[in-house]
């Protein structure tokens, strides 16, 4: 049986510059798991920090060995623990805390997507990205990502 997970997760902007501007990278979650656009993301393990979730689950959404390290946009993002999620936290959580984080990234190649997750991903320009995102966690995490990428 699977450790239960702490109540943290992460998403990770990937971007890269092009001679249009910058582009993000986003993944469409599968039909079974809601058919969305987003940036990667995923829950902490059991003692990682979020850095390290960051950098392990943008290597596991994408295939890309030997990304930059992540950097921690400073968004946090809190929001109740859906009824039907509840038993994979560990015991007496109640919210999920996630935090935004960027990475910087010349891949001009397709990710790897695992089937059971993703099934089609995009390199965009911000304001595509922004209008694709369902969520505004999402679309601010790009923001803040494409900020610090000029600054």
């Known amino acids: 049986m699977k450790p ?7 998403q990770v902007v990937l971007w890269r510059r092009t001679d249009h501007g ?10 079974e798991r809601g058919a969305f656009w987003q940036p990667v993301t995923g829950g902490c393990e059991v003692g990682e920090t979020f850095a390290a979730a960051a950098a392990r689950e943008a290597q596991e959404e ?8 992540p950097v921690d946009l400073g968004f946090v993002h809190r929001y109740p623990i859906p ?10 959580s109640a919210e999920l805390e996630e935090r935004a984080f960027a990475v910087a990234c010349d891949r ?13 991903f995009a390199w965009l320009p911000v304001e595509d990205a922004l209008a694709r995102c369902r969520f505004e966690p ?12 000029s600054g």
Not at 4 to 10: A, E, H, T
């Open 4 to 10: 239960l997970r702490p109540p943290r997760k992460v």
């Open 22 to 31: 910058p582009e993000v990278l986003l993944l469409r979650v599968t039909a």
């Open 62 to 69: 994408t295939g890309w060995d030997g990304l930059p390290p």
């Open 83 to 92: 009824a039907e999620k509840a038993r994979r936290y560990e015991p007496g």
């Open 108 to 120: 001009h190649r397709d990710p790897t997507l695992d089937p059971h997750e993703h099934d089609a």
């Open 138 to 149: 999402n679309r601010e995490a790009i923001r803040l990502a494409v900020a610090h990428s």
